[in-house]
């Protein structure tokens, strides 16, 4: 599949803990020869490669055989094949720091390690078979997660889950593809075929699976990347009033002045386990102001591309052209209006406003009286989780890679039924599952080209 033998024989390091003050920093390295390497710069009582694997040895690390002591360390020899990587692995934990750290690095490089590259520690568990694609993706995603239920998602990947129902699929798949082959090929023997009726039963049976997969793709995205959400609204409406409610702090300067606002602003935040990441934007209206100019065209394209628009109005005005121009602009896209100091006489009208956006998505609220934000929450959960409360089972498909490649695979079994509809030969019918395969073979990796696999662990950090 990959011709990684030059890359799978180098040894190499790096720091795993994050640079700066703390109580330890670890260094690691993976690679056949990597404990014995450790053992030129290493000093206790007993060689590394003497002990007993997933064992702690205290000692100190030099500069170099005869160089002068760096730290005093605990290093951790974790022998092949129940390792990270399925290779060698020594952990060198020191005190935390950047320059020890940094200098107990260099000492392994000056020994005759190389410096690895972004994810290649994972990397290398995936070319050695450890773990799957989707679970070498699971790992950026549980490093990366922001709410409980990311966390629990990356966990049910991670474990497995997603792989597993991928590659009973793809079994499933290959199993008729070789009913079909062993009949093409040997047509004079005494084989049972692999009649129409039979095939069709089994495609539409994987494309009911692949269907509820795809389902919840969008929900699973959401969970893992976050709900990419922007408020948008003419100045002086209350957007940046409605982050700081969100976030329970004053994050966003808040002043009668209209244009405060001249950039974004982004925080997360969690809604019932929904990591959402939402986006102040700078107020939409026409400026001769140059910043504030260049703060209303970021306004427009963080919106083009957000997953949810929440637009604030000023209930106790009446529409004016730049509120129309903005809920033409969000026309078609999901969102939610909200009618803010709806404490105040109410003067802007709602069959007007009708006319832009459906009576459903038009909420009161009252930042300065904190009324209506249960109701924004429960819009939320309703338009992206139809009212339910998200779960980790939610986010089994949630990469859009996964995603793309389950389409294809879909579309594969779609066209096989329609070959077995109209009774084409068997060779035709082959040719669909063995797309179909091949597709769900790209999820976890058992099919997938260096390209795809550099990508995606260019993603990690160094050390991981």
Not at 248 to 263: H, L
Not at 269 to 286: F, M
């Amino acid at each position: 599949m990959l011709q990684q033998a030059n890359f799978l024989d180098d040894i190499i390091a790096a720091i795993s803990t994050p640079l700066g003050s703390g109580g330890i920093g670890i260094v690691r390295m993976s690679g056949n020869g990597c404990i014995a390497l450790a053992d030129t710069i290493f000093q206790g009582k007993k060689k590394l490669t003497e002990k007993p694997s997933h064992t702690l040895s205290y000692g100190k690390i030099t500069d170099g055989p005869d160089g002068e002591v760096i730290d005093e360390v605990l290093v951790s020899v974790m022998k092949a094949p129940h390792t990270y990587t399925k290779e060698d692995i020594v952990e060198v934990n020191c005190h935390g720091g950047f320059l020890v750290t940094q200098r107990v690095l260099q000492a392994l490089l000056n020994a005759g390690a190389r410096l690895a590259e972004p994810g290649e520690f994972t990397k290398r568990g995936f070319l050695n078979g450890r773990i799957d694609l989707t679970q070498a993706e699971a790992i950026i995603d549980l490093i990366q997660s922001k709410t409980e239920l990311s966390r629990q998602a990356a966990v049910n990947q991670l474990e497995g889950r997603l792989k597993t129902e991928v590659r009973q699929m793809r079994q499933e798949i290959i199993d008729m593809i070789a009913s079909i082959e062993a009949v093409i090929d040997y047509p004079d023997y005494d084989i049972e075929e692999e009649t129409y009726d039979s095939m069709e039963k089994g495609a539409k049976k994987l494309l009911a699976r692949m269907e509820k997969l795809l389902a919840g793709a969008d929900r699973g995205k959401i969970l893992r990347e976050g709900l990419q959400t922007v408020i948008v609204g003419k100045p002086n409406v209350g957007k940046s009033s409605l982050l700081n409610w969100f976030l329970e702090e004053d994050r966003a300067i808040v002043t009668d002045i209209p244009g405060t606002t001249r950039d974004t602003v982004e925080e997360y935040i969690n809604i019932d386990g929904i990591p959402v990441k939402i986006v102040d934007t700078a107020g939409i209206r026409e400026t001769g102001d140059v910043v504030e100019k260049m703060g209303v065209e970021k306004s427009k394209a963080y919106a083009e591309q957000a997953d949810l628009i929440l637009m604030m109005l000023d209930a106790s005005r009446p529409l004016e052209a730049e509120d129309r121009e903005i809920l033409s602009f969000i026309d078609g896209k999901r969102s939610i209006v909200m009618l803010n100091k709806s404490d105040l006489e109410q003067k802007l009208s709602l069959e007007e406003l009708e006319q832009f956006v459906p009576k459903e998505q038009i909420l009161f609220v009252s930042v300065k009286e904190n009324t209506g934000f249960d109701a924004l929450i429960d819009a939320i959960k309703t338009l992206f989780f139809s009212g339910q409360t998200a779960t980790a089972d939610d986010a089994l498909l949630g990469n859009t890679r996964h995603k793309n490649a389950l389409y294809q695979a879909k579309e594969a079994m779609e066209r096989c039924l329609v070959t077995i509809g109209t009774r084409m030969p068997e060779d035709f019918i082959s040719m669909d599952l063995q797309d179909a395969s091949r597709a769900l073979g790209e999820i976890t990796g058992d099919v997938a080209d260096e390209e795809i696999i550099d990508r995606i662990f260019t993603k990690f950090c160094l050390g991981k």
